[in-house]
């Protein structure tokens, strides 16, 4: 009798523990209140997300489940100072961390497929380990505001979009992405920043400012724009890219830049911007640029403007420098109302010519449509002469 009740009790007892088990791998959301709660979670697999508690301190060490069907959560944690995981292979949600300010130990030995990663606010976070396949599947990656130097460990080929900004310290990045379907922009890092992409082929768009190398040797095709804006790179290369189809090619304020070169560029559906790379003394890096679908705005300090293939722009074309350009503005002077069907200026020693918009002083080397120096001021004298007298026979009318 005693043997039976003995045996009762233990089924009991592990069909409460089953229980237990099914109701936490099942729960909506599983909340890790302490470290000894996350070394021992009993399941393979986390049907919902993963949140650690807000108060817990120290470190946590997240041992059994293999995969996060939601999201992991680490927001407002400002005591962890370490977070691990030798078992977590995936998480299909968003891995979230903001605001964890003393985490300094991130270590996951087996993750490799990541839904997206949102990292914002990690002061102390000055490395990661992911194992030595690293990330290799992410949709989306935000990291902002951290103390990370490099970004190795995260190896992914294919990604929605990538936003890195705000980290200080970051000197270098680099993987084996090979195309990106949304945007990837990066700016506001460590001014020593290094950019390697050996393998990106494509981009939807490309965005980046503040680097101090961009390495892009495989680069063919942008579907909208590539901006490049206030980089201190002296050189910059994308020997491989034939046509940004639908947006901008913009290099603006980039001060250090001797040499651009785009040599297989042959067209690009919006602008061409090349404005404020004040060391930059020639623009005669696209031989081969047929087709601009939007205006061309070329200001700065060069001394010659080459495009040779250059047979449809759209829009507007607007060439200024600060020295003298004269030679090539009289190429460009054919083209006005042919291949260049906007609105025309191309003016040689023109000191404002680095600012946005501006036309006034220098010579016009071609043709600037609205008119300069006397003859727009006796338009402007013709104008007020009838205005005033308008205005006269106005008030007689209104006297009679």
Not at 195 to 219: R, Y
Not at 347 to 355: F, L, W
Request: aromatic share 4%; net charge negative.
């Amino acid at each position: 009798m005693q043997s039976k009740l003995t045996l009762a009790l233990a089924a009991l007892g592990a069909g409460l523990v089953s229980a237990q088990s099914n109701n936490i791998c099942s729960s909506a959301t599983l909340t890790i209140t302490s470290a000894a709660m996350a070394t021992n979670i009993p399941c393979g697999t986390i049907q919902g997300s993963v949140k650690i508690a807000e108060d817990i301190t120290n470190a946590v060490d997240i041992n059994g489940p293999r995969t996060i069907k939601g999201d992991l959560i680490v927001t407002n944690v400002t005591q962890l100072v370490g977070l691990t995981s030798s078992s977590l292979a995936t998480i299909e949600g968003t891995f979230k961390m903001q605001g964890v300010t003393l985490l300094s130990d991130l270590r996951f030995s087996q993750l490799a497929t990541v839904g997206s990663i949102n990292w914002v606010t990690l002061p102390a976070l000055g490395s990661i380990e992911f194992g030595t396949a690293g990330v290799t599947k992410v949709n989306s990656i935000l990291i902002s505001d951290t103390f990370l130097r490099s970004l190795d460990g995260l190896n992914v080929a294919s990604v929605d979009d990538i936003h890195i900004n705000n980290n200080r310290q970051l000197v270098s990045y680099s993987n084996q992405l090979a195309n990106v379907t949304k945007t990837i922009e990066i700016n506001s890092n460590g001014p020593d920043l290094s950019i390697t992409l050996p393998n990106l082929i494509w981009a939807n768009e490309i965005i980046i400012a503040d680097a101090a190398e961009v390495k892009m040797p495989s680069l063919a095709t942008v579907n909208s724009s590539i901006k490049f804006d206030k980089n201190t790179f002296t050189s910059f290369t994308a020997p491989n890219l034939t046509q940004c189809t639908d947006g901008d090619v913009s290099f603006i304020n980039n001060v250090e830049l001797t040499n651009l070169s785009l040599p297989l560029l042959k067209k690009t559906g919006g602008g061409l911007t090349i404005q404020n790379n004040t060391l930059l003394q020639k623009i005669d890096g696209l031989p081969k640029l047929e087709q601009v679908g939007g205006a061309v705005l070329l200001r700065g300090n060069f001394s010659e403007v080459s495009l040779p293939a250059l047979d449809d722009v759209k829009g507007a074309f607007d060439t200024q420098s600060t020295g003298d350009i004269d030679t090539s503005c009289d190429t460009f002077n054919k083209m006005e109302g042919k291949q260049i069907q906007g609105e025309y200026t191309c003016r040689s020693n023109n000191t404002r010519a680095n600012e946005e918009g501006s036309s006034s002083g220098g010579n016009a080397g071609g043709t600037q449509n609205g008119g300069s120096g006397e003859g727009a001021a006796g338009i402007v004298s013709v104008n007020t002469a009838v205005l005033s007298v308008a205005l006269l026979g106005g008030l007689a009318q209104l006297l009679l």
